[in-house]
């Protein structure tokens, strides 16, 4: 039994000074402990969305793998459609690849960008695709064509636009198969276009088409020259052709 009051005084206080920091201590602990517990929460959380997120860029990634795939299946069925139409005729053979590559030297000597070189080439690739739906009869025909006959033959731009307008890939040179028989001065066709109305990169594959067309051996002609082919532009000139366009495509080949 403790009779002094000074020490009693002092143990009470020391005591109770011993508790409050208990308690602060305990209440302190606690709080650190409930900080990491939501802390552990939150990190558990933020970590399943990052799961989440890079689970739905894997399925994302995926579909887009497959519409690619898909794309490069169509492209391929689609142009192996075009080397099917001319393997029909030894006298076009190759005239779709040879009519890409002059466009495509066209559109290098004219400074277009990488997209409009890889559209026009494409496009060029696939200009004459509609003339699957021609009748061989016609479309092999030696001889020069009767007034029905050239009217089939002249639908086959709207036939390749029609063939090549379900497909996306081939959604932004649709135009340019459609008109890359459209003159200059609007004598052509489909649609009689003149001058600034028809598409820049169709009147390209128009003088491509011509420089092969003049080129290569036909039924009813030998090939000519590329100099021939060369006086030939440069006399349609303002008529059935560009003449910037023909201006540049034949000083290309001066150059050269």
């Not at 069925?77 to 006298?91: M, Q």
């Not at 135009?175 to 600034?196: A, K, N, S, V, W």
Request: proline residues 3%; glycine residues 6%.
């Amino acid at each position: 039994m403790q009779s002094d009051l000074d020490v009693l005084k002092g143990n009470y206080i020391n005591g109770t000074i011993l508790i409050i920091f208990a308690w602060f201590l305990s209440f302190t602990i606690y709080n650190m402990k409930i900080q990491d517990f939501v802390s552990q929460k939150t990190i558990q959380q933020k970590n399943n969305e990052v799961e989440d997120y890079n689970n739905d860029l894997i399925e994302i990634n995926n579909r887009l793998e497959e519409s690619l795939q898909a794309l490069d299946e169509s492209q391929n069925v689609i142009f192996t459609l075009a080397s099917a139409l001319e393997s029909k005729d030894t006298y076009t053979r190759g005239h779709s690849e040879r009519v890409a590559n002059y466009a495509l030297q066209l559109a290098q000597t004219l400074g277009l960008s990488v997209n409009e070189q890889q559209t026009v080439w494409r496009a060029a690739q696939l200009h004459d695709i509609g003339k699957i739906g021609i009748p061989d009869a016609i479309l092999n025909k030696s001889g020069k064509l009767n007034e029905e006959e050239w009217e089939i033959m002249r639908s086959h731009p709207e036939m390749g636009e029609n063939i090549c307008s379900t497909l996306s890939f081939a959604r932004d040179f649709l135009p340019l198969i459609r008109h890359h028989h459209e003159h200059f001065d609007g004598t052509g066709y489909p649609d009689g276009l003149r001058g600034e109305e028809i598409p820049f990169l169709a009147r390209i594959i128009t003088i491509a088409d011509a420089v092969d067309a003049i080129t290569s051996h036909r039924s009813y002609r030998p090939s000519r020259t590329i100099d021939y082919a060369l006086e030939e532009l440069a006399m349609g000139k303002g008529h059935q052709f560009d003449p910037t366009i023909v201006q540049a495509f034949i000083e290309s080949f001066n150059y050269a």
